[in-house]
Nanobody
Framework: VQLVESGGGLVETGGSLRLSCTAS????????ILWFRQAPGKEREGVAC????????MYADSAKGRFIMSGDMAKNMVYLQMNSLKPEDTAVYYC?????????????????????WGQGTQVTVSS
């Protein structure tokens, strides 16, 4: 099982980036998928996820209205479109996958509940 992220980079405040995550060794169909990030000195933060319980998408408050998570199951890829980027979005972004069925109440924005993580891609937003 391997996850590989790409698409990070340096962008100015207000700019956009699209992150991609591809999987090998398994298909996303049966998995919950999460994008999370970690900035230096800060805890990991779940940003957006797709549940494998109901197929719904959840967003952290910090991402609502600016980030869009989507998937292309035919290509076995997921994406995170990030718009209106702010300096506080600067972090390493990871995708993660897990076969657990997360309840709607608890949600799927919990990085430590996911078994498989990618190596991450750096996103830097300049002010």
């Amino acid at each position: 099982v391997q996850l590989v992220e790409s698409g990070g980079g340096l962008v100015e405040t207000g700019g956009s980036l699209r992150l991609s995550c591809t999987a090998s060794g398994f298909t996303f169909d049966d998995y919950a998928i999460l994008w999370f990030r970690q900035a230096p000195g800060k805890e990991r933060e779940g940003v957006a996820c797709i549940s494998n319980s109901d197929g719904g998408t959840m967003y952290a408050d910090s991402a609502k209205g600016r980030f869009i998570m989507s998937g292309d199951m035919a290509k076995n890829m997921v994406y995170l479109q990030m718009n209106s980027l702010k300096p506080e979005d600067t972090a390493v972004y990871y995708c993660a996958a897990d076969r657990s069925k997360f309840s709607e109440q608890w949600g799927c924005l919990h990085p430590l509940a996911f078994d498989y993580w990618g190596q991450g891609t750096q996103v830097t937003v300049s002010s």
